[in-house]
């Protein structure tokens, strides 16, 4: 019964590491989304799966963002050499196939880049 | 680009009042059309969707759709402090089965007592 659980809570990191984020969706939630909540900017979507498959990687905003998804269940976001610019709240939300629009979000990870 | 705009704010009504929300999008195709709200600090939670144009009702909460006018709005009946929050506006990108949301920045409704 639990809801969607994300850690760390807060991450502060120099500029130039590598960081992990990590995503529990609720069980038996078939599909998840990760996006980033910049201060001043609206939730932007980064990129989708269905299973353990990203068909829609496209909110990814360059080639240091990775995301992978095992046993259709936790997902992990991989920022490499991270930028100032990288600093945001990311959110996991993840649905079910049934209805795949009622998007239940976790509390985020709010990172900031040093 | 999909775009999604909500009236800028902060919206400040005082407690029992209506609180009008609006919302205007770009994808012309789109079907479904979502409200969050979201608490200081806290991640979105879903108030309503809204696929059919016209009203729906739920409880203090109505949704408003006008696809031809490409517009969206919340409103919320005996406005309470405990509304007071941010209120996201969110469109599902035509073309996909599955649920990629464009959002709005955002609108923060205050309520005073």
């Known amino acids: 019964g639990a809801g969607v659980s994300q850690s760390p809570s807060n991450k502060v990191t120099e500029k130039g590491k590598d960081v992990e984020l990590r995503c529990d969706p609720i069980?038996?939630?078939?599909?998840l989304y990760w996006y980033r909540q910049s201060l001043g900017q609206g939730l932007e979507f980064l990129i989708y799966?269905?299973?353990?498959?990203?068909?829609?990687k496209s909110g990814l905003p360059s080639d240091r963002f990775s995301a992978e998804r095992t046993g259709g269940s936790v997902s992990t976001l991989t920022i490499q050499r991270t930028q100032q610019e990288d600093s945001a709240v990311y959110l996991c939300?993840?649905?079910?196939?049934?209805?795949?629009?009622?998007?239940?979000f976790g509390p985020g990870t709010r990172l900031l880049v040093l | 680009q999909k775009e999604v705009e909500q009236n800028s704010g902060p919206l400040s009504v005082p407690e029992g009042a209506i609180a009008s929300l609006n919302c205007t999008y770009s994808?012309?195709?789109?079907?479904?059309f979502f409200w969050y709200r979201q608490y200081s600090g806290k991640s979105p939670e879903l108030i309503m969707f809204?696929?059919?144009?016209g009203d729906k009702e739920d409880g203090r909460f109505t949704a408003q759709l006008n696809k031809a006018s490409q517009y969206v709005s919340l409103l919320i009946r005996d406005s309470q402090p405990s509304d007071s929050a941010t209120y996201l506006c969110?469109?599902?990108?035509?073309?996909?089965?599955?649920?990629?949301?464009?959002f709005g920045q955002g609108t923060i409704l205050t309520v005073h007592p």
């Open positions: 809204i696929y059919s144009n």
């Open positions: 969110a469109v599902r990108e035509s073309g996909t089965s599955y649920g990629k949301l464009t």
């Open positions: 069980s038996g939630h078939t599909a």
């Open positions: 939300a993840s649905s079910s196939g049934l209805s795949q629009e009622t998007q239940y």
């Open positions: 994808d012309r195709g789109s079907q479904s």
């Open positions: 799966f269905q299973g353990n498959s990203a068909p829609d």
